[in-house]
């Protein structure tokens, strides 16, 4: 990205921030004056006619009145404080830069939008600095460049690691100037958490504006009353006296009316409405009573009648199927998620495939380490328990182990093996065949030499490596920290147990204080699930694998493991459903023996078979028609 005179310029006051020192005059006037105006060089560096790439015209002396329109409407969109400042009473405006520099300037602001405009707060302060860097009137008091010195600094990965403050400060001390009489650039800024709207700034980009979470309430538990808490005690209560309210009612009736209370003999004269009820119960008796003869005289008839439209209704049990993927289980299709993953997947590709073990420490201790970052300067660390060496050679041969399990899958032509290089992500295939496994003990490529090598060099060097690795994944010397598939291996994703409480990520965490080891391996996915026999065998394989060593006690005397498989979701869920299914199948079985039985009286004759199971046949009946036509539907 291409830089103008004006935007290095103010780069190099902003040293700190890009290597870049300044030094300055000794003695400058109270009013101040300007030190640029206007681009009229080129830039010696840049064989190009582009006027950005010139650089500024050197000018002390007073600022100049700036009549330009197009000037003045970009100073007002992107410089309305500084603009506000400068404007004389009659309305004219003085600056120290000309209609190209803050044309050169509003043209990179452009490109500064793409990396801050989710914060207009910080986008406001970072423009109120290069407008006043560029174009105020007297800015001789707060910047006077007069030499340009190369930084010994290299900028490490800062998405990872934070800025490296430690490298940007240069070589050049500006501090013990006994004559600087330079003034302080203060200019209010606008806090990323400003009550304005305008300038108020995500929770995700600005921690300050994140609410204020409610303290959860602690939870008092409730009283007891001996062995058991005072809830369960006032119901038991509530029971007992209820059941003594029923049960003294009861026997004041039977005392009183000398047993159940029977109908008066004499009622008087039936009215109107009883005798039109009584005609009508008796000429329902009489229809049914007629309808039941002829039901009995053709038995096989009405039998064929009332199981045909059972049978029929029952036919969608065919198409039965348990659904086990939790995105058919938990999102509809018709849902707007539902049809923008679907949309994505068609397009590109479903999500990685997830393996995980999460590998805790036991009976190791916290040790302290102390390094040699710089000559002279020396600095100790205190390690977490997951990153002793022992461990961690334990832990890189379960995982070399994991990587050369081997899945079965049935073909056509019988069995075939399914290895993790068949069904994992290999991003820089075909030039590195390994797979992207997330894990600390790749820092050393998985190789158990490598590792052994910086322990046997002592705890010094061991802590180095590693120190060295989680401060910058992707460098490639000294030490050599990309993983074994050729990428970077993210401290936050393969290690665990390093954040206190309210600790982000995003606040340079100490690593080296893990308690937990996490392993991660990235799967293929495909859309076609008819393709995902190869993932899906190995999983399997990897399940059985992962059961087998957490059972054993000898590898889990000083590690706890928690696995997980992408198929491990939808297995424990067929498992469930089958364990459902027969429970629900026993229980109902129980309940047509009782049903029959108890309430059927179920009779010998064979003759009265169909008879004494009608009772038991509705109740099994109804529930097989209601999902059969609701899987139809």
Not at 258 to 268: E, L
Request: aromatic fraction near 10%; proline fraction near 6%.
């Amino acid at each position: 990205m291409a830089f103008s005179w004006t935007s290095r310029a103010i780069l190099l006051v902003a040293a700190v921030a890009v290597g870049l020192f300044i030094t300055t005059k000794a003695e400058v006037p109270k009013e101040g004056h300007c030190i640029w105006y206007g681009m009229c060089h080129k830039n010696p560096q840049k064989n190009t006619t582009d006027k950005s790439m010139f650089l500024n015209c050197a000018y002390e002396g007073p600022a100049k009145l700036l009549e330009n329109a197009t000037a003045i409407d970009a100073m007002k969109t992107h410089c309305p404080e500084l603009l506000d400042e400068i404007t004389a009473e009659d309305g004219s405006i003085s600056t120290c830069c000309g209609a190209d520099n803050i044309l050169d300037m509003t043209t990179n602001f452009g490109q500064l939008d793409a990396f801050v405009n989710r914060c207009p707060a910080c986008m406001t302060n970072i423009k109120k600095n290069f407008c006043y860097f560029t174009c105020h009137p007297r800015h001789s008091t707060f910047l006077m460049p007069t030499a340009l010195y190369e930084s010994k600094c290299q900028i490490e990965y800062w998405q990872q690691t934070g800025w490296a403050t430690e490298d940007l400060e240069g070589v050049s001390n500006i501090y013990d100037n006994a004559t600087l009489t330079m003034h302080p650039f203060d200019v209010p800024t606008t806090p990323c958490n400003s009550s304005d709207p305008a300038m108020h700034c995500l929770c995700s980009d600005c921690r300050s504006s994140c609410p204020t979470l409610p303290e959860t309430p602690e939870e008092g538990g409730l009283p007891m009353v001996g062995s058991i808490d005072a809830l369960t005690f006032s119901l038991i209560l509530i029971y007992l006296v209820g059941v003594v309210v029923i049960v003294t009612a009861s026997c004041c009736w039977s005392k009183r009316y000398g047993g159940s209370p029977t109908a008066p003999d004499n009622v008087g004269d039936p009215g109107c409405f009883e005798k039109l009820s009584a005609k009508m119960e008796k000429s329902i008796k009489r229809g049914f009573s007629v309808f039941a003869r002829f039901v009995a005289k053709h038995p096989f008839f009405f039998i064929f009648v009332g199981l045909v439209p059972v049978l029929l209704l029952s036919i969608g049990i065919m198409y039965l199927q348990l659904t086990t993927d939790p995105v058919e289980l938990w999102a509809s299709p018709t849902s707007r998620s539902r049809k923008d993953k679907d949309y994505f997947d068609s397009h590109f590709a479903p999500f990685y495939r997830t393996t995980q073990i999460i590998i805790k420490a036991k009976n190791y201790d916290w040790f302290n380490v102390t390094t040699e970052p710089t000559p002279g300067a020396f600095k100790t660390y205190r390690f977490g328990p997951a990153l002793n060496e022992t461990f961690l050679m334990e832990v890189m041969t379960l995982q070399n182990e994991i990587e050369n399990l081997v899945g079965k899958l049935e073909g056509e032509n019988g069995p075939e093996n399914v290895t993790l290089r068949d069904v994992c992500i290999k991003p820089l295939a075909p030039q590195e065949d390994d797979c992207l496994i997330q894990s600390v003990v790749n820092y050393w490529q998985n190789d158990p030499e490598e590792l052994q090598k910086d322990i046997d060099e002592g705890d010094f060097e061991f802590a180095r490596h590693f120190i060295s690795c989680v401060s910058n994944p992707v460098q490639l010397s000294p030490d050599l920290c990309l993983g074994s598939y050729g990428g970077p291996i993210f401290p936050y994703t393969a290690l665990g147990g390093f954040l206190k409480e309210d600790d982000l990520i995003s606040d340079s965490p100490s690593y080296w204080e893990s308690t937990a080891l996490v392993i991660t391996i990235l799967l293929a996915n495909q859309n076609d699930k008819s393709l995902l026999g190869p993932a899906l065998a190995w999983e399997e394989r990897f399940l059985e694998y992962m059961k087998e060593i957490v059972s054993d006690g000898n590898l889990t005397l000083n590690m706890d493991i928690a696995y997980n498989a992408e198929r491990g979701i939808e297995d424990e869920l067929a498992r469930e459903s089958m364990n459902d299914l027969l429970t629900i199948l026993i229980s109902y079985l129980i309940m047509f023996a009782y049903v029959a039985i108890a309430l059927g009286n179920v009779s010998s004759e064979c003759r009265r078979l169909f008879v004494s199971w009608r009772t038991p046949f509705l109740p099994f009946s109804c529930p097989s028609c209601f999902v059969s036509v609701f899987l139809l539907v």
